[in-house]
């Protein structure tokens, strides 16, 4: 019996407690109630496991520590001791191994055995929060996980031998999974792959309904054969390429032709019109050639005129007007002398002049006006003879550019004459090509009868193509028929063959003798347990009402021998049984140190009566030498039990 567990930085956990073979620790959450278990757990075997891995590490029971030393410890009534000490320095972690007393063992692997050879340790470990949580199914395969399976007799080589399997099922049982694990696996690829070929079947059995319904609506009777078919559509394709060759042809000399007769209407067209033009060119020419002639002969009786420099007579006009302003002075001046007092001096107003002005004056005059005439008659007679010439000059310029005028006519009309004759050229050829491509191709076939002949050629060959399709598809729905029908005899086959391989491996066959042999001692176990007899009995059940196969295990009434399966059980009762398997599977195996630990007990339910499944313990006491219980809700306990109340770690 384990009389001692300590911790030294686990978990906060500095000093141990003392056990009795039978205690309860009770405490708040944190309050260190888990910590017992697992300082217990990782003395014993090196290592607190999580989700069923080992979890071997030193880094991995570092993560428990409290500072870089960490140390557990357990001691027995034996006087043996076993003591585990994990250290961290930077990224090393490493783990020490200590015993007492001392022995020949140095190694950890002998000290591993010492441990084995001395306390012979044989834990179960409920967290009972855990296990309330979990589905039907994990429940149902964490009960036999406590089972042992005789692996000398059940393997995987051993079950794969005696049965045949499609390949791809192997996948499904990996070789290092356990064999009860492996085999449920297994099998249930197998109903996955019953399921998919019986759904294969019904599939192809709906196939080959639907085709022979297809075959029988698309049923061909006195018709000719694909290839006959095929050899009518090649010799319409060869007519219809013909025929569309012709009219391709036709349809080129068609367009040819039309355009030759869009050429000669157009080239016609414009020959009118350039004659017409040149018609009224020759017309303009001859009335230019008549004005020429007649300003040619008014020209020979114009006076040609004189032309006379523009500073010549600018240099008269002004001497005109500077004698004219000279003159009108000397008049007006004159006006002013026979004026009342225009005899006065000018000088002195007081005495009269003794000079003759007016008549100085007079004198002047008529010299100057007589020269003044003389001027007017040269600068007129000059400007007469100036305009004379500008007219002639006009009449000869006229007759220049009316001449330029009749050269560019005389030109147009050369030019017009030239694109006629083109033309006429032009109208001649393209007659000529009508001519020779009537004498050489005969007349143009009517193109509405080569367009019937086409359709009718192009409606006989649709009418083929449809009778081929028809044909392939009743070709093609028969190979579909076939096929249907192979696949459907080979599903039927092969689901044959997968629910004999079922049958064979299955609850009545290789699992069900597994799980009897090895579940079935330990619920024998717990029926042979006097305590534990209340009228119902375990039980494994292999049928169901309906004769489908099934695994369950259960409670059965002795009286009625009516079932109730384990994921029908209430949580408390759940527990129960579970805890009675445990114990059943701890007196099977009379180890050495048996210790049962009990985790989060309260969680169970809350109506459940936790005193009397405690109570209930002690009559096991006797072949399981520790019994730990963990509960957060006190317990009223009996003789026996000691109970520890946890309010910090200590």
């Not at 410890?73 to 076993?82: L, M, P, R, V």
């Not at 020269?371 to 040269?378: G, K, L, P, Q």
């Not at 489908?548 to 295990?553: A, H």
């Not at 599977?585 to 009990?598: E, Q, R, Y």
């Amino acid at each position: 019996m384990i009389t001692r567990v300590s911790g030294f930085n686990f978990k906060g956990l500095t000093g141990g407690y003392d056990l009795t073979g039978k205690d309860i620790f009770v405490g708040y959450m944190g309050a260190g109630k888990t910590t017992v278990i697992q300082a217990l757990t990782l003395a014993l075997l090196g290592c607190v496991p999580e989700n069923g891995k080992p979890m071997k590490r030193p880094i991995d029971s570092m993560r428990f520590a409290s500072a870089d030393l960490m140390s557990v410890g357990i001691e027995t009534d034996a006087g043996f001791s076993i003591n585990r000490t994990f250290k961290t320095k930077g990224r090393n972690y490493t783990s020490s191994l200590d015993i007492l007393p001392a022995s020949e063992a140095r190694t950890d692997e002998e000290k591993e055995q010492k441990i084995l050879d001395e306390i012979g340790y044989f834990s179960l470990a409920l967290n009972v929060d855990e296990f309330v949580s979990m589905s039907a199914a994990q429940k149902k395969m964490f009960v036999f996980g406590l089972a042992d399976v005789d692996k000398r007799k059940w393997n995987r080589d051993a079950i794969l031998a005696i049965c045949t399997y499609p390949d791809k099922l192997l996948a499904s049982w990996p070789e290092t999974m356990e064999v009860r694990g492996g085999l449920e696996s297994f099998l249930e690829a197998v109903q996955n792959e019953i399921s998919y070929l019986q759904r294969d079947k019904k599939k192809s059995e709906a196939a080959c309904q639907r085709l022979s319904q297809a075959r029988s609506d698309q049923s061909r009777t006195g018709v000719m054969s694909i290839a006959e078919l095929r050899a009518e559509g090649e010799v319409l394709q060869k007519d219809l390429t013909e025929i569309e060759k012709q009219s391709t042809r036709d349809e080129e000399r068609l367009k040819a032709a039309s355009k030759r007769v869009i050429a000669i209407q157009k080239a016609e067209t414009k020959k009118k019109t350039l004659e017409a033009k040149i018609m009224n060119l020759k017309t303009d020419k001859a009335e230019i050639e008549k004005d020429i002639e007649q300003r040619k002969a008014d020209l020979t009786s114009m006076n040609p005129g004189i032309s006379h420099p523009d500073t010549e007579m600018d240099v008269l006009k002004t001497n005109l007007i500077g004698k004219k302003s000279i003159i009108d002075q000397y008049r007006e001046n004159i006006k002013k002398l026979e004026s009342p007092g225009a005899d006065l001096c000018p000088f002195n107003p007081d005495f009269t002049c003794r000079h003759d002005i007016k008549g100085s004056l007079e004198l002047k005059i008529e010299p100057m006006e007589k020269d003044h005439e003389r001027v007017v008659r040269v600068l007129a007679a000059m400007i007469m003879e100036q305009e004379a010439y500008k007219n002639h000059q006009n009449a000869v310029d006229m007759i220049k550019s009316m001449e330029i005028s009749l050269s560019k006519i005389e030109k147009e009309i050369e030019e017009k004459e030239g694109l006629s004759a083109e033309l006429v050229s032009e109208l001649s050829e393209s007659r000529k090509e009508s001519k020779e491509d009537l004498e050489s191709h005969g007349h143009i076939v009517d193109t509405d009868s080569l367009l019937a002949e086409k359709e009718g050629i192009l409606q006989r060959m649709k009418a083929v193509k449809d009778e081929i399709r028809k044909a392939e598809a009743e070709k093609v729905l028969m190979t579909e028929y076939q096929n249907a029908q192979t696949a459907k005899l080979r599903a039927e086959a092969d689901l044959l063959e997968l629910q004999n391989l079922k049958k064979r491996l299955g609850p009545n066959g290789v699992l069900g003798e597994i799980t009897k042999e090895s579940i079935g001692p330990i619920i024998e176990t717990v029926n042979n347990i006097p305590e534990f007899k209340t009228g119902y009995r375990f039980a494994i059940r292999t049928q169901d009402r309906k004769g489908s196969e099934i695994f369950d295990l259960g409670w059965e009434n002795k009286e009625t021998g009516s079932f109730i399966p384990m994921e029908a059980l209430s949580d408390g009762e759940s527990v129960i049984f579970i805890t009675m398997l445990m114990a059943a599977l701890m007196k099977l195996k009379s180890p050495k140190t048996g210790i049962l630990m009990i985790d989060n007990a309260d969680k169970i339910s809350p109506d459940f009566n936790l005193e009397l499944f405690v109570n209930a313990l002690s009559f096991i006491s006797d072949f399981i030498r520790n019994i730990i219980i963990c509960s957060n809700r006190d317990v009223g306990i009996s003789a026996g039990w000691r109970k520890t109340i946890l309010l910090k770690q200590n």
